[in-house]
């Protein structure tokens, strides 16, 4: 097996090994944190919907802000905006540890917490996550998402159950300072980290146009919206486990804190051999299969968390949980990651997150309700047969696409043209036409094309897509699309890659013109409005 191919390839790269290693630290202190958070909510509270709400209140921040948070990490330094989420949860973990130390810590300031170290989550994953393709070649990336995910579950493995000694030890205000201690090393490594980041020619997106454009690239993408749905699925049934974990612990195998940290721990060790088999998985197997398997998985540890008061069997239904966890939501980030172009991954990603967060979310505050009413192992059971309804979603519907490496670097063929009008990047709207000569034996082919076509003009961001035929020439066709400023119609070209050549060559093949399809730039502009008009020049400066 070669380094390329090698699931430790990515440690080559000396800013991944870094950041990976400081990542173990932060991810250490933030399970222990939670394993105190949770106690702490069945010492001070008699209700079980609470303690489910501190699961809850993590997730809920993610899937609330992640969009924001993705437009943020493709328009922003990424280095610094994990900088300044590590910094806020450093502040907020502080001001945890001093109110569980002094005593005042009640149910929903506790909430209050966990919900703004979400926050930081939220604005930190869609950078972190993003930033990891631009530290490894794209060929090392599902290896290093499977990195990702061993690092944390390494963690996972022995993190709770240290952090269930630490919280019988010394109670939660102990859990809550290793924590604050454990942002100090990414912070360090982040400070240190000087990516090279290429200048770009336009000026930056504003937020709302931000937004709106990861959202109308991930409408345009089927396959991504299929990943978001399992996603959530996924989220919404598997977070059942993870969320009533305190009181499988505490009531069904009438344990304590350490014993909730040992099952915890179960669950981690579970994850890591998860993602040392992913990549063998993604090699012999379908994705579709793949994520069948690990919401059957699930549903086996959900019904012998339910029925069984054996710590053993427990434990090893938590094993098999922690392995189709990795393997699940591995396969889902890595399928939304190589679907997405390097201008859009942080807003992909963030849509991702926040349909699987928010599954989560939904998931804690239900199965927290139904613990509350019926026990914890009725909602377990009942989640269950959730979870298998979720593998049989791929039957027919909502197949996971086929693994398939595509080039979504930038094509980087658009030049601007010399304009006789002096335009400001903010002139607009444009109006594009391109005028196509197709025999009529082609017509059906070119037609199947240009509805691929118009799926990725409207994806990268063009409005109003229209094909036209001239009744006259009935070979002429007509092509046109808007754009509201010039900047947007460079934006949208420069959107264009490698893979989306295939669809403009095959239309030059089926034109059959003496020259190229011909291309005509217009501004829109009313007859009414004088000072609209643009004054003829010989040479533009488009970027003054």
Not at 191 to 212: D, Y
Not at 269 to 291: M, P
Not at 456 to 482: C, F, I, K
């Amino acid at each position: 097996m070669t380094d390329r191919s090698s699931p430790l390839a990515p440690f080559k790269n000396s800013t991944f090994r870094a950041v990976w290693t400081a990542s173990l630290a932060s991810n250490f202190g933030g399970l222990i944190q939670g394993v105190g958070a949770a106690w702490m909510m069945t010492s001070i509270s008699d209700s079980v919907d609470m303690v489910a709400l501190v699961q809850a209140s993590t997730a809920l921040p993610i899937m609330m802000f992640s969009l924001v948070s993705g437009a943020i990490a493709d328009n922003f330094n990424r280095r610094k905006v994990m900088l300044v989420a590590q910094f806020f949860m450093l502040i907020v973990s502080v001001s945890l540890t001093v109110a569980a130390y002094m005593g005042v810590i009640t149910p929903w300031l506790l909430l209050t917490f966990t919900f703004l170290i979400g926050c930081g989550t939220a604005l930190n994953n869609p950078s972190w996550q993003a930033s990891v393709g631009d530290m490894v070649p794209r060929a090392d990336l599902p290896a290093a998402v499977a990195l990702n995910s061993m690092g944390f579950n390494l963690t996972r493995s022995v993190g709770p159950a240290i952090g269930g000694a630490i919280v019988a030890a010394a109670g939660a205000a102990a859990a809550f300072a290793v924590n604050a201690a454990s942002y100090l090393a990414l912070i360090f490594v982040l400070l240190r980290w000087k990516p090279a980041i290429p200048p770009s020619p336009l000026p930056r997106e504003t937020m709302g146009l931000a937004i709106g454009a990861g959202l109308r690239y991930v409408a345009m993408s089927p396959n991504i919206e299929k990943v978001l749905l399992r996603g959530f699925v996924f989220g919404l049934t598997a977070i059942s486990v993870l969320a009533l974990l305190p009181l499988v612990a505490r009531d069904i195998v009438q344990g304590g804190p350490l014993l909730y940290g040992v099952l915890f721990g179960a669950f981690g060790i579970g994850a890591i051999f998860g993602a040392l088999i992913s990549a063998r998985l993604r090699e012999r197997l379908s994705s579709e299969w793949i994520v069948r398997i690990g919401f059957l998985g699930f549903a086996i540890c959900a019904c012998t968390a339910a029925m069984s008061t054996n710590p053993i069997f427990t434990c090893i239904a938590l094993l098999i949980g922690g392995a189709s966890w990795v393997v699940s939501l591995s396969l889902f980030n890595v399928t939304v990651q190589m679907s997405t172009p390097r201008w859009v991954v942080g807003r992909a990603l963030s849509l991702y997150q926040t349909a699987t967060f928010g599954g989560m979310a939904l998931g804690s505050w239900v199965w927290g309700l139904m613990a509350e009413e019926y026990g914890p192992d009725k909602a377990l059971l009942s989640s269950a047969v959730l979870m298998i309804l979720g593998a049989a979603l791929g039957l027919k519907w909502f197949t996971l696409p086929e693994q398939t490496v595509l080039n979504l670097d930038p094509l980087n063929r658009f030049k601007e043209p010399d304009l006789a009008l002096d335009l400001k990047p903010r002139s607009g709207p444009i109006v594009i036409t391109i005028e196509y000569i197709i025999k009529e034996e082609d017509t059906l082919e070119f037609l199947n094309v240009m509805s691929e076509r118009r799926r990725v003009r409207r994806r990268d961001g063009a409005r109003q897509w229209v094909l036209s035929r001239d009744l006259e020439n009935p070979e002429l066709w007509m092509e046109t699309y808007h754009t509201p400023t010039w900047v947007e119609y460079v934006r949208h070209n420069q959107r264009i890659t490698q893979a989306d050549a295939a669809v403009g060559e095959k239309l030059r093949q089926l034109h059959s013109g003496s020259e190229p399809p011909r291309v005509h730039r217009m501004i829109e502009r009313p007859t009414d409005w004088a000072a609209s008009i643009v004054q003829p020049k010989h040479m533009v400066d488009l970027h003054q």
